[in-house]
């Protein structure tokens, strides 16, 4: 069992809480609804509790925690007069009526709304809706409404995968955009778009529809140079996680260079793997290995988060580079390597008896070793224009295992070990171009897939696993 004594105190104290609930319905001045208006709840200090918009029939509603006592309503449309409206903390219902703005207006105001609707793009202004406590993207991602981030770094919109995920109209990860959601500061980020019913090949656009959503990350500075470093430390045992990051966003170049390692069982390589939607327009790629067919004596983990008795060793590391040649122009590479050496091991005692004698105890202890490398290299050439698609990808990956597990029963001893090294290649190509309203496509693949499994095992059967002989049992029954 693991101690943990950590160079850093941090005391919480938990609030019961009642949610709050808000609806109501917005018309304009004849009675009629207003659609697509948006409602923003604050607190008296204009922090952003929720935020939504009007149905069809202009009506909402909204649920937040918040233990002030007063809350702001603010209510805005681009053809009305936006209206701001203070209330009491408490579960109500309101009506708003928003007047058309006038032509003549001797004093222009002009209040910045935090979402906006532009057709099928949702604009969150971050500025406007982030709070303290949002130090990265994907702090920020998970308080926007209809957008989920799941557990393993994928983005779901409206229940949906998300297929696209841009930073200044840029998919510079193609399909591994978890290590930039967890390490793009949000001060960087000046707006979200949810792009609702994107079509990422723009020679389909309007042609043929597509059910999921995109997201582009606006930048305020279209000229980025950050980084990020992290480092923690525990004592008894000796635990360390450590975190640097260097990102690079231009109008023609993007990169972004992660490192990553721990030994505190934190999962590091999750945001590595690849979320592209597989359809019929898109690359398929063999980006994981296959499960063995075989394998090593495992152990039933406890009902415990794994952090508590896995001994580990992680290194996770990426570079990525996205040059474009013009506005429909991509060259893009992509490396990742990963190294986790783990340790764990279990102990057991089982006693028996029968009605004629008691059965010797059986002692069981296992341990268990596992090593495992993987490399990764990607390299993209894309052209994306209104008459034409082309999109050729080289994947490259390596991996290398040894499981080694060690199995004592009483005195009897087994070992086994597998090696599992593994290597993969991938060429896909699609070519589409669009001729007098006519599209000629074509398609190759070249793969090979090379899995290779070499188990030993060693068995001591110095005497039986229990040291008890059930023949003599038998004869005696």
């Given amino acids: 069992m693991r101690l943990y004594l950590f160079l850093f105190f941090q005391f919480s104290f938990l609030l019961v809480q009642s949610q709050t609930k808000i609806s109501g319905i917005m018309?304009?001045?004849?009675?009629?609804?207003?659609?697509?208006?948006?409602?923003?709840?604050?607190?008296?200090?204009?922090?952003?509790?929720?935020?939504?918009?009007?149905?069809?029939?202009?009506?909402?509603?909204?649920?937040?925690?918040?233990?002030?006592?007063?809350?702001?309503?603010?209510?805005?449309?681009?053809?009305?007069?936006?209206?701001?409206?203070?209330?009491?903390?408490?579960?109500?219902?309101?009506?708003?009526?928003?007047?058309?703005?006038?032509?003549?207006?001797?004093?222009?105001?002009?209040?910045?709304?935090?979402?906006?609707?532009?057709?099928?793009?949702?604009?969150?202004?971050?500025?406007?809706?982030?709070?303290?406590?949002?130090?990265?993207?994907?702090?920020?991602?998970?308080r926007l409404p209809g957008v989920e981030l799941e557990s393993n770094g994928s983005i779901k919109y409206q229940g949906k995968p998300i297929n696209k995920f841009y930073v200044e109209g840029k998919d510079l990860m193609e399909g591994s955009y978890g290590q930039i959601v967890s390490s793009l500061s949000v001060d960087e980020i000046a707006k979200i778009q949810v792009l609702e019913r994107h079509q990422p090949i723009k020679l389909f656009r309007n042609k043929i529809s597509n059910e999921n959503a995109g997201i582009n990350v606006v930048l305020y500075d279209k000229k980025v140079k950050t980084g990020r470093l992290e480092v923690q430390t525990g004592y008894r045992p000796i635990l360390w996680n450590s975190n640097t990051s260097r990102i690079h966003f231009s109008d023609k170049n993007q990169s972004l260079h992660l490192l990553k390692a721990n030994n505190t069982a934190q999962d590091i390589i999750t945001e590595q793997q690849s979320f592209s939607l597989q359809d019929g327009f898109d690359n398929n790629l063999i980006e994981n290995i296959a499960t063995p067919l075989i394998s090593t004596t495992k152990i039933t983990y406890p009902n415990i988060d794994r952090v508590r008795f896995v001994n580990n060793r992680s290194i996770a590391g990426s570079t990525n580079f996205l040059k474009s040649f013009s506005k429909d122009r991509e060259n893009k590479f992509n490396l990742s390597l990963y190294?986790?050496?783990?340790?764990?091991?279990?102990?057991?005692?089982?006693?028996?008896?029968?009605?004629?004698?008691?059965?010797?105890?059986?002692?069981?202890?296992?341990?268990?070793?596992?090593?495992?490398?993987?490399?990764?290299?990607?390299?993209?050439?894309?052209?994306?224009?209104?008459?034409?698609?082309?999109?050729?990808?080289?994947?490259?990956?390596?991996?290398?295992?040894?499981?080694?597990?060690?199995?004592?029963?009483?005195?009897?001893?087994?070992?086994?070990?597998?090696?599992?090294?593994?290597?993969?290649?991938?060429?896909?190509?699609?070519?589409?171009?669009?001729?007098?309203?006519?599209?000629?496509?074509?398609?190759?693949?070249?793969?090979?897939?090379?899995?290779?499994?070499?188990?030993?095992?060693?068995?001591?059967?110095?005497?039986?696993i229990t040291g008890y002989d059930f023949r003599s049992y038998r004869q005696r029954f």
């Fill in 27 to 142: 018309t304009d001045s004849t009675n009629t609804p207003i659609e697509n208006a948006t409602v923003v709840i604050e607190d008296t200090t204009n922090q952003v509790l929720c935020f939504g918009f009007t149905d069809a029939e202009g009506q909402f509603n909204l649920v937040f925690n918040s233990s002030t006592q007063f809350v702001k309503v603010k209510v805005s449309n681009m053809a009305f007069q936006p209206l701001e409206r203070i209330i009491e903390n408490k579960t109500q219902k309101l009506t708003f009526v928003l007047q058309l703005v006038s032509n003549e207006l001797d004093e222009l105001s002009v209040y910045i709304k935090p979402i906006q609707m532009r057709g099928d793009t949702i604009e969150f202004d971050t500025g406007r809706l982030k709070s303290k406590e949002d130090i990265v993207l994907a702090d920020l991602l998970k």
């Fill in 339 to 464: 190294r986790n050496d783990e340790n764990y091991n279990s102990k057991s005692n089982q006693s028996f008896g029968t009605v004629f004698s008691e059965i010797p105890a059986i002692n069981k202890e296992i341990d268990i070793i596992e090593q495992s490398t993987q490399i990764k290299l990607k390299h993209t050439l894309l052209r994306n224009s209104d008459l034409l698609y082309s999109k050729n990808i080289t994947f490259l990956r390596f991996n290398s295992g040894l499981d080694h597990s060690s199995t004592l029963v009483n005195k009897s001893a087994f070992e086994e070990e597998l090696n599992k090294p593994a290597i993969a290649f991938e060429n896909n190509y699609k070519y589409i171009k669009n001729i007098n309203d006519n599209n000629i496509s074509f398609y190759s693949r070249i793969k090979y897939d090379g899995i290779r499994r070499v188990y030993q095992t060693r068995q001591d059967s110095s005497q039986l």
